[in-house]
């Protein structure tokens, strides 16, 4: 036979519910956290999209015509090999067709919009996109503005396009 706790069910009943609201609060931090450390890690991918810009994209392009042999492939990280690493190239090349869709795609939205916006791709352009890329200096003598609005440019720069290339998972929601 059970032996009595000196609670009653009314103290059980509400120690229960202290409890699950305990854990509740608990569960619904650690998702809070773990959305904010995937929207760090979806703006330092973009910062490093962007910084490697021009590698991936020569790469991409030397390898874009053997894309569609592997089309369906699975990667599979247990088998490194000479074969998968042609499929790490391939994948790279479809991400890289997504940089730039989304790259003309921002270039569009930011043309139509304020001189702030349209000077913003500019300095992801000259900062990053092209193949003579532009110190801060010489962007700010180009722009005729100062290295913090260069700076304050790239960092909603790669905001807006972590939005662009990670969809919402990117958006830091209220």
């Known amino acids: 036979m059970p032996k009595n706790s000196g609670l009653t069910k009314h103290q059980l009943e509400i120690i229960t519910e ?3 609201e305990a854990v509740t609060k608990h569960l619904e931090k650690k ?4 959305k904010a450390e995937q929207r760090e890690r979806n703006l330092k991918n973009t910062d490093l999209l962007m910084k490697n810009y021009t590698k991936l994209k020569a790469m ?3 390898y874009e015509y053997e894309i569609e042999a592997y089309e369906d492939s699975v990667l599979d990280l247990t088998e490194l090999n000479l ?5 790490y190239h391939l ?4 991400i890289m ?4 869709t989304m790259l003309r795609a921002y270039e569009w939205s930011c043309s139509k919009g304020t001189v702030e916006e349209k000077r913003r791709f500019e300095v992801l352009k000259y900062r990053f ?4 890329r532009l110190t801060v200096k010489q962007l700010c003598e180009k722009l005729n503005v100062e290295q913090t609005a260069v700076y304050r440019d790239t ?3 790669i905001k807006d396009m972590s939005v662009l290339l990670f969809g919402a998972a990117a958006i830091d929601f209220v």
């Open 91 to 94: 994948k790279t090349v479809k």
């Open 155 to 157: 960092k909603s720069a």
């Open 97 to 100: 067709k997504h940089v730039d």
């Open 129 to 132: 996109l092209v193949a003579e």
């Open 83 to 87: 074969e998968t690493l042609e499929r």
């Open 18 to 20: 202290a409890a699950s």
């Open 60 to 62: 991409a392009e030397e």
């Open 31 to 34: 998702r809070k956290q773990e």
